[in-house]
């Protein structure tokens, strides 16, 4: 339930501190993976990890290891503000099927309106960028609100420059 941006339009971003007052708890790594575990045994194949933001867990990885060793084939919803360089060679040993991005907008203004983040556009942008070098498969999600539709034409452009495929909502 935790993100590290905190947009209008969204109900799973928490804080840290939101979480612990609302009286609930994340599930453990260990819950999660019995839980995959359990729907693997059942049939399931693929997996998507999603969020709010996926990465601000400090054992994303942990989670993401073990499911790739039950065999499951992963793909991640990411806002790709937490990638850089040492996520990108870390998921380069073993690529998920697919990442996610959602792009939020076309600038850092409309980051900073929309997400909260004055740097957002760069930081993602760069991600994507890292990530399409070490060969990882990307798909950028596109949610349009009254925040950035203005952005909209920019970002299909950014998409097709990219060589991309982009799914609005």
Not at 85 to 107: F, Q
Not at 110 to 125: A, I
Request: charged share 20%; with cysteine; proline share 5%.
């Amino acid at each position: 339930a935790r993100c590290n941006f905190n947009c209008p339009m969204c109900y799973v971003h928490m804080t840290p501190e939101q979480l612990k007052a609302s009286g609930r708890q994340e599930l453990t790594a260990k819950q999660w993976l019995d839980i995959a575990l359990a729907a693997k045994e059942k049939g399931m194949l693929f997996v998507l990890l999603t969020g709010g933001e996926p990465l601000v867990r400090k054992d994303f990885f942990e989670i993401y290891d073990g499911m790739r060793e039950m065999g499951l084939l992963i793909s991640i919803n990411s806002n790709g503000t937490m990638i850089d360089e040492a996520t990108v060679r870390w998921l380069k040993e073993c690529p998920p099927s697919r990442i996610n991005i959602t792009l939020y907008g076309a600038s850092d203004e409309t980051y900073r309106c929309l997400c909260g983040n004055p740097k957002g556009f760069t930081q993602v942008t760069h991600a994507i960028d890292l990530l399409l070098e070490a060969g990882i498969a990307v798909k950028i999600n596109c949610s349009i609100t009254p925040h950035n539709s203005h952005d909209f034409d920019a970002i299909i452009a950014y998409a097709l420059d990219k060589k991309l495929p982009v799914q609005a909502s």
